[in-house]
């Protein structure tokens, strides 16, 4: 962090005061300024001013002492997750690999085809549909999980939670990796976002709607439960040619994962305490990705329940 320095030292020196011009004599005049060279009041004010200790850059060394405590405040204490950091390793492999060997303009087509038709874009893959119609509200769920322990983070959540409706977890991961866990929250640190709508549960089962629908209007779901092995080839077969819907798929893969990291913490917050009925329902969030992290939301004890 930058400091503006105010260098100058204003001083000022009184003028011993003069003799009284009705003095009677030359001896009374010569006694008082000899008083006066010797007195310490006015030893201390003729003396020079020392300035503050200079850095080598003109810095007093004072003020440059506290720079880099203000400087280093940002880093102390600061831990990187190594999950979150895998996470986000693969995520930018993937993407890197991908684009370098995909066949030129196949994810160009992927994206003039949804230009075409947003609701049924013809991918090829209503699975890939479905993905690719969630993962730009998957971080409203993650939202319900992430903002109620906001408070105390390295950074604010809210920038992070925005840009991956179009960046995913390349622009969650930073946030991720330097989150520290919240397992204990007053609800009076609650922002109002989050208290008002976010803990809502009107908001969180129209959330869980908006996402199970796009399995519906996929076709995705018919699928699931009438031809899952068939589902799943063309699935296969759509992301494999396809930069763009490789990444796409890990990308929401990840997020999802994260979610269900979440899962846990927050049902510690919310008083419950048994660790592997809260591993079970983590895992659970998995088999609707996406739609499994709002329905979670939707039926999980309030903050109001556990106080």
């Known amino acids: 962090m930058k400091f503006s320095l105010v260098s100058k030292v204003l001083i000022s020196a009184a003028l011993a005061s003069s003799a009284s011009a009705f003095a009677p004599n030359q001896n009374r005049k010569t006694a008082i300024r000899s008083i006066e060279k010797t007195s310490p009041s006015t030893q201390s004010r003729d003396a020079p001013v020392t300035p503050p200790p200079q850095s080598f850059f003109g810095t ?7 720079s880099n405590e203000t400087e280093e405040g940002f880093f102390s204490n600061l831990t990187i997750n190594p999950i979150y950091a895998a996470f986000y390793l693969v995520f930018f492999s993937v993407a890197t690999y991908m684009t370098t060997t995909e066949a030129s303009g196949a994810s160009q087509v992927l994206v003039e085809k949804f230009i075409a038709d947003p609701l049924h874009p013809g991918f090829g893959s209503s699975l890939f549909e479905s993905v690719w119609n969630d993962i730009g509200l998957v971080g409203l769920p993650l ?7 906001a408070k105390g983070q390295k950074f604010n959540p809210t920038p992070f939670l925005f840009a991956s409706s179009l ?5 969650l991961g930073i946030f991720m990796m330097t989150r520290s866990p919240a397992p204990s929250v007053k609800k009076e640190d609650l922002g109002w976002f989050t208290k008002n709508v976010l803990e809502n549960k009107i908001f969180n089962w129209v959330l869980f709607a908006v996402l199970a629908n796009a399995y519906l209007i996929s076709g995705a779901a018919n699928g699931i439960f009438l031809d899952p092995a068939g589902l799943l080839s063309e699935f296969k077969d759509m992301i494999g040619g396809s930069a763009l819907g490789l990444t796409t798929t890990v990308d929401f893969a990840i997020l999802c994962l994260t979610g269900a990291s979440l899962v846990p913490e927050d049902l510690k917050r919310r008083g419950f305490v048994d660790d592997g009925k809260a591993n079970a329902i983590a895992a659970s969030t998995l088999l609707f990705p996406a739609a499994g992290l709002a329905l979670y939301s939707a039926l999980r004890p309030s903050l109001d329940d556990s106080e």
């Open 143 to 149: 939202a319900t999980l992430i903002m109620p322990g």
């Open 60 to 66: 007093p060394s004072h003020l440059l002492a506290q």
């Open 167 to 171: 960046a995913g977890f390349g622009s």
